[in-house]
């Protein structure tokens, strides 16, 4: 061999040996700097309601309320100064006047992801008593006719959807491209 390139693994190699060897010794932090940034030094409690609370504000808004922005774009350190690492129940209470018929869910793992921002799920849309009448004239079917949806359909129960109401759901994808399709909730 006449000539000798420095290979860069050996040199990141010795490096990690190095850092090892301090940790070893006691010098050095038990989790490297890198890391000990992505942990999470909360309780676990304050995570779930922190999520739960998101995604209610998420459903409260896509029903058509208004929410600030400033409430949405909460991170999980300024939530925990705001309301604490074990929060109480009626500090995170939500006052909203909304008529409504059943009783909301009391589950707070019905809320720790929002469904609708799913990467596989398609986007689903309410359409006006307008827009209904003008489709079932247009197709010229009546509502029993169109493929159907329950009311206890997740995707229902996050958007409020009643029987009778009929939503457009839109597909995407790389083959077909965007696909339309319409349920009425049963």
Same mark, same amino acid.
């Given at each position: 061999?006449?000539?000798? !390139?420095?290979?860069?693994?050996? /040199?990141?190699?010795? =490096?990690? =040996?190095?850092?090892?060897? /301090? !940790? ?12 000990? *940034?992505?942990?999470? +030094?909360? *309780?676990?409690?304050?995570? +779930?309601?922190? %999520?739960?609370?998101?995604? %209610?504000? =998420? ?65 689903? /849309?309410? %359409? !006006?008593?307008? =827009? ?10 009546? /509502? ?11 995707? *229902? ?23 339309? !399709? ?5």
């Amino acid at each position: 061999m006449c000539c000798a !390139t420095p290979n860069p693994f050996d /040199e990141m190699e010795a =490096e990690m =040996e190095a850092e090892m060897a /301090e !940790t070893e010794s006691g010098e050095g932090s038990a989790v490297p700097e890198c890391l000990s *940034s992505f942990v999470d +030094r909360g *309780s676990v409690e304050s995570h +779930r309601y922190f %999520l739960a609370r998101r995604t %209610l504000l =998420e459903m409260i808004r896509d029903r058509g309320f208004p929410v600030p922005d400033d409430e949405l774009a909460l991170t999980l350190p300024s939530f925990r100064s705001k309301f604490g690492d074990k929060p109480k129940l009626d500090d995170l209470r939500i006052s909203l006047s909304i008529p409504c018929k059943g009783s909301p869910p009391k589950k707070i793992t019905e809320l720790l992801v929002n469904i609708t921002k799913h990467v596989l799920m398609p986007k689903h /849309e309410l %359409l !006006t008593t307008d =827009e209904k009448q003008d489709l079932l004239k247009k197709y010229n079917v009546g /509502e029993s006719q169109f493929p159907r949806m329950l009311e206890s359909d997740p995707v *229902s129960r996050y958007h409020g959807l009643k029987k009778g109401q009929i939503v457009k759901v839109t597909y995407e994808g790389e083959l077909t491209g965007s696909h339309v !399709t319409y349920r009425c909730v049963l």
